[in-house]
């Protein structure tokens, strides 16, 4: 291996902060985000979330929009806000069930499957992965007869070019989607609809509600190829839940199944779900817990757990971890603009918009602040600059080091710009920096909400 500077660098930073215990989960603290779909699309990945309000209504579920997050380094997620919602529908009179979600690409569109809780599951699509996202059918795509259990839809395109979308709840279910990924192959199954044999050998063995024997399979299919071996992980035995996984030489069967991949643990919250994916020649494991300040069963958070496969294809146990992922597998460059929404960790703070109005961080008091992660210097940076809105007198900025009591390069102070929508580029000057550090951007003022935030960059 060729030692080189950056890979020195890279070492310190490794070593520096298991000393200094990065939390890394959950990986995105300004909502609730359950129910994790990763799409790796062009050197990045999307993470598209369900999300459980702030404020649950009826003691259950309450979830209105779909979002989505991206990041090319594993530990900095951008937030590109809500990308559809219950709204995006105009067939559809629901006021809550925006469960889990799955996004795919194809021949340059994005197409995001979502289940409505009560009324089946719909696709959106559109021709980016941050959307605008519209309804290409105008009514739901599964026309079953057992709408309440069709929910949680899973999809792959496997290498002959044949599309699947697996969903179900407490039974599983497939379609062969035609190539417009909006219609189903007729020709198979029940009008379409295959239902998959829940035998013990296919999904473990868990005696079932009414009491007789049954399998462990619950929910939350997840369902990829990988070296020409067919996974499906789900969540089991609920509730509460783990996740297990079954295997295939085929996309539509037989299973077998292999066993746990996530036990159950009292920081969980009663439902798990998982989502896999390989980025950057890792492999990394997307799951909820209630482990967000202030969450529970109904107010979940996605972790993710880098893991390896073993030789077999078999997937190991994986305990969940406040560290989370802990190597980034890219250094962010601070001389282009990197969006305020762009964090690995933060404090007190919210995002607004979306990516059609503009996603910005708000909600901005005294002592809040974002962390970025691994961000390279280089050979130095003398000039820091914000763009910024405040109706008020707005307050300052801290631009500290590798924590958030850390060396202080510099204070921007940020006055008010006439409006929070008002946005204005200010900068100051501060102690050079060099190399790779995390950067925290620490905000003080006085009461209330000091001002609004929408990207920063050093010079
Ligand atoms: O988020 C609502 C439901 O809870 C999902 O559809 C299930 O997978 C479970 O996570």
Known sequence: MKITLKLIIGIYVF???SFVGNTQNPVIQTYYTADPAPMVYDGTVYLYTSHD???TV???FTMLDWRCYSSTDMVNWTDHGAVASLKSFGWLDKQNGAWAPQCIERNGKFYLYVPIHGEGISVLVSDSPTGPFIDPVGKRLIDSDHIWQDIDPTVAVDDNGQAYLYWGNPKLWYVKLNEDMISFDRNIGENGIVSVEMTTEAFGSKEGR???PGTTYTEGPWFYKRNNLYYMVYAAAGIPEYIAYSTSPSPEGPWTYKGNIMERADHLAFTNH????????NSYFFYHTQELSGGEGFKRSTSIEQFKYNSDGTIPLIKPTKEGVKESVFFINPYTRVQAETMAWSEGVKTA?????????TKINQGDYIKVRNIDFGKGAKKFEANVASDLSGGSIEIRIDSNEGQLLGTLEVTGTGGDKNWKTQSCKIDKAKGVHDVYLVFKGGDGELFNFDWWKFH
Request: negative net charge; glycine residues 14%.
């Open 58 to 60: 009826k003691n259950f």
């Open 274 to 281: 998982s989502g896999i994916i390989d980025f950057k020649g």
């Open 353 to 361: 918009g979306d990516m059609q109005t503009n996603v910005f961080v």
């Open 210 to 212: 009414d009491g007789k």
């Open 53 to 55: 309000e702030d404020e």
């Open 15 to 17: 070593i520096l902060s």
